[in-house]
């Protein structure tokens, strides 16, 4: 009998799941195999609500921002010597040019006897609910580098929203609605978006870009919420075919947290259609509620709508609302369309505060009102004011705020703020407090190094809290 000279290959590697295949019988795939499951089993409740760092003074959030910057110093941010010396010629830091006093009256209200622009008479009848913050700066002046540092606390790089650091932080209240909702998103989708976190945890528009949902029938709008080429049945087949592929996929690659985003996604998807028209359907309420929030008048119609399904979302479990108003760029005829801006919004405004605070919702919602940066006090041509990102003012109400309250402040000229000053990093750590967050412990492990919203920055205003 000869020798034969062909040989069997020795593998030189094998692979972690070959041995656990191969070793003791294979009890160690069998425990594998186990953990694979609960992590899948664990996708499933991926929105579920988790514990706060600490007792919350919030719950929700709603940021009503008002995009293109609206003028502190015709709204929220009075100030006598620039009405005074309205025209004079001026130069020094921050100020250059012709003074432009406001063209809007100023008076106080409420006990705390905060001063508000006669632009928003309904808003000021809640002046004592409001906290006012009028030492706000930031590092941008352009239109979308503010905005992106405002959503994301970055100007330079696309990083997670506060919205989508909220709910990866807090879960959601209600697993058949999504947590974090944009009604009339931002163009830009950066500024609702996960970026880096899980796709679960960006935020679902309604409604075109710039623009609000629109109606039929009493039911506000939201595309693809469902299917009508396929039944209810037959979709739920359908799905179970595409996470089966899925849960394969995860078996292969566990560590892999989009495909567990993309898994929860499609459960919460397929169980929206049933809860979201219901939502979104504002036909039920009573003409009372209605005419609170202006939905019969057309300067108000719009605007009405979006803060009242706003306020049904975040009564159903909602975590993060944000509804973006545009239009507030005024670089020239600041007195009529700033005016015919806050026409817009003030009525709705006053009717969501009204309605939260009836309905015991708005101690724990936090309420956030402003634009990406302000304006200047000199003119631009004629009755404009440019860009002015040194200081400006937005208010909070709810959510465990001082109500009636003023803090910081910009200087004589409202050029630049001087007193309590809050940049957009200690914004985001306050809301975040405000949450029951510690900025600096809300944390996401990616390409080797823990990020968080703030970044290395952030202090919490506590002078505001009640």
């Known amino acids: ?66 995009s293109g910057a609206p003028s502190h110093l015709d709204t929220f941010d009075y100030k006598p010597k620039l009405q005074a010396q309205n025209g004079k010629q001026v130069a020094g830091k921050g100020r250059y040019g012709r003074l432009l006093g406001s063209p809007f009256n100023f008076r106080q209200h409420g006990e705390s006897g905060l001063w508000i622009s006669d632009l928003f008479p309904e808003t000021a009848r809640h002046a004592d609910n409001l906290c006012l ?3 706000l700066h930031t590092d941008q002046p352009a239109h979308p580098q503010a905005t992106m540092q405002l959503h994301t606390g970055s100007a330079q790089f696309v990083r997670p929203s506060l919205g989508a650091w909220t709910l990866y932080g807090l879960g959601t209240e209600n697993e058949n609605l999504p947590g974090f909702i944009c009604i009339s998103p931002p163009r830009n989708a950066g500024n609702y978006g996960s970026s880096f976190l899980p796709a679960i945890y960006q935020g679902t528009p309604i409604g075109s870009p710039g623009r609000g949902p629109r109606s039929g029938g009493g039911v506000l709008e939201l595309a693809n919420i469902s299917n009508p ?13 595409v996470q089966a592929l ?41 003409g009372e509620v209605q005419a609170k929030y202006g939905i019969n008048e057309r300067a108000t119609q719009q605007f009405g709508r979006q803060c009242l399904l706003a306020r049904r979302f975040l009564e159903s479990g909602v975590r993060f609302v944000e ?26 405004i006053s009717g969501l505060l009204q309605d939260l605070k ?40 709810g959510g465990g705020v001082k109500p009636g309250f003023s803090y910081g402040a910009t200087d004589e000229y409202g050029a630049e703020a001087v007193e309590g000053k809050m940049h957009i990093h ?30 290395v920055h952030g202090n919490v205003a506590h002078e505001i809290m009640a």
């Open 1 to 66: 009998m000869g020798i034969s000279n062909t040989t069997t290959a020795i593998p030189t590697s094998i692979s972690r799941r070959d041995l656990l295949r191969s070793a003791t019988a294979g009890f160690g795939y069998m425990a594998f195999a186990g953990l694979c499951g609960q992590t899948t089993e664990a996708s499933e409740n991926i929105l579920t609500p988790k514990p706060s760092h600490f007792e919350p003074r919030a719950k929700r959030v709603l940021f009503l921002h008002m």
């Open 133 to 135: 913050l009028r030492g």
């Open 229 to 241: 080429r396929l039944s209810q049945s037959k979709q739920k087949i359908q799905l179970n075919l």
């Open 246 to 286: 899925n849960k394969t996929k995860m078996r292969d690659r566990r560590d892999d947290s989009h495909v567990e985003a993309v898994i929860a996604a499609n459960e919460l998807a397929f169980r929206m259609q049933d809860v979201v028209p219901e939502v979104m359907d504002v036909g039920d309420e009573s």
């Open 323 to 348: 509804i973006v108003h545009n239009g507030w760029d005024q670089h020239t005829q600041l007195r009529e369309k700033h005016a015919s801006q806050a026409l817009a919004v003030d009525r709705p």
């Open 358 to 397: 009836d309905r015991d919702l708005l101690k724990d919602t936090l309420v956030l009102w402003g634009g990406e940066f302000g304006r200047t006090p000199t003119a631009q041509g004629t009755d404009g004011r440019n860009h002015n990102n040194k200081g400006f003012t937005m208010w909070m109400a």
């Open 426 to 455: 200690d914004l985001h750590a306050t809301i975040l407090h405000l949450l029951g967050m510690d900025h600096t412990k809300l944390t996401y492990r990616y390409a080797g190094r823990d990020f968080r919203l703030t970044d």
